[in-house]
């Protein structure tokens, strides 16, 4: 059922037409590529997440596409038009800043029309009726009258938003928008920006350091790493089928281990790590197969399983000991020590019973479906990850389009 359900969005999806493109694009500081090489595509409508740590250029590239920085090198497109060297002004596109940017000098009505009143020649009863229009989808109308100094921090990003959206974007651009906001403010204006993307239809492209709101906002995600896009997918996708040992590492939480491929049969490879434990894992069509291969073995650890006694299980069954029992409300966190050093973390429902107490034995299992192995191209054995050297020289002169 699933798979149908992917087969059918993949059909649709794939003729969607584009509103943005960047194409090899690169961005350098003080000779440093911040955006190295960068291919992305965003589909018409949809709410596309760019994530990664900070200083990876994520927010490089949303100033890229608003055309507050002008690329180095490659092609920046808006809806099929080159727009590499176009300014800002001249570009179908709005962006909301996690500071807001707003006047404070003028009050709710003024910030919103402020725009409109500069760069578009509109009668002032179109002008009203956009503000008008703009504050009631953020839900700021009955405090059109008010100063930014007299709002509080979500209903000064309302009005953030109702500026971005009043000139009708093509795309908006979202730069760590929820950032300044405590959790429940979070978590309410979440809901608002799912609720206005999917009224307007608009193409939205946000960056975010928060994994659990580029997860429930976004039709896809984009995760990057000190330059370069890593991988594109869909929220499951990213989180369920890493293609790249950062990703894994990256998204959620994680058990890790590298070690090298020492069999191989038609259903599962077995991997014996660093540490010495041996790991068995189903195999897919992007399963590393080559015997002596290096890989890194991924375990969520919500699909890691604990028992006082050992369980029928033949493979990824490993002897340990609570380190740490942390209550978590409906869950509960664990850290098991295992042999030769390795600690791994695990996290399951809390089912209201009595917990284990700290040093007791125990038995920690997973399925070989539950795992998965990724080839190890830049992974250290020490886990250290090394990143890929530009693939443009420092040393450049002025725009290269290619």
């Known amino acids: ?52 740590a900070a200083g990876c250029g994520k927010t490089t590239i949303l100033r890229l596409i608003a055309g507050l920085e002008m690329a180095d090198a490659g092609k920046v497109f808006i809806q099929g038009r080159q727009v590499t ?18 006047f404070n000098h003028m009050n709710v009505w003024d910030n919103v029309a402020f725009g409109l009143r500069l760069h578009k020649k509109l009668p002032k009863s179109e002008i009203a009726t ?11 109308a009955d405090l059109r009258s008010h100063f930014p100094s007299q709002l509080c921090a979500a209903q000064q990003q309302r009005v953030a938003l109702a500026r971005a959206i009043v000139n009708r974007p093509t795309v908006l651009l979202l730069d760590e928008p929820l950032g300044a906001l405590d959790v429940k403010l979070r978590q309410e204006m979440q809901l608002e920006l799912s609720n206005l993307h999917q009224y307007l239809g608009l193409t939205m492209i946000m960056v975010t350091q928060d994994q659990q709101q580029a997860m429930s906002l976004s039709d896809r995600i984009a995760v990057m790493n000190q330059g370069k896009i890593e991988q594109v997918g869909t929220p499951q996708e990213i989180y369920e089928y890493p293609q790249t040992p950062f990703v894994a590492d990256f998204i959620g939480d994680r058990n890790l281990f590298t070690g090298v491929i020492t069999g191989v049969d038609s259903s599962s490879i077995e991997i014996e790590t660093t540490t010495g434990l ?7 069509e992007k399963t590393p197969t080559q015997l002596s291969q290096s890989v890194v073995v991924r375990v969520r650890p919500e699909k890691i399983q604990l028992s006082l006694y ?5 493979t990824n069954c490993f002897a340990g000991r609570l380190n740490q029992v942390m209550y978590l409300g409906n869950h509960v966190s664990y850290v098991v020590d295992l042999q030769n050093g390795v600690t791994i973390n695990v996290l399951q429902p809390n089912t209201f019973g009595s917990l284990p107490e700290r040093d007791t ?39 290269h389009n290619y």
Request: hydrophobic fraction near 40%; glycine fraction near 4%.
């Open 85 to 102: 060297n176009v300014p800002a002004y001249r570009r179908p596109v709005n962006t909301v800043f996690q500071s807001y940017a707003l």
């Open 278 to 284: 041996k790991i068995t894992v189903d195999r897919t």
């Open 361 to 399: 034995p125990i038995y920690a299992w997973w399925m070989k479906s539950d795992c998965i192995a990724i080839q190890s191209l830049v992974f250290r054995y020490d886990q250290e990850y090394v990143p890929v050297q530009s693939t443009l020289s420092k040393e450049h002169d002025g725009v």
């Open 1 to 52: 059922m699933f798979q149908t359900l992917t087969q059918n969005h993949d059909l649709i999806t794939k003729f969607q037409p584009l509103d943005v493109e960047l194409r090899y694009v690169f961005k350098f500081f003080n000779q440093e590529p911040v955006v190295d090489g960068v291919d992305l595509d965003i589909k018409q409508g949809e709410f596309l997440t760019i994530i990664g």
């Open 130 to 140: 956009r503000v008008q229009e703009a504050l009631m989808l953020v839900k700021m």
């Open 310 to 314: 050992r369980p029928s299980v033949l």
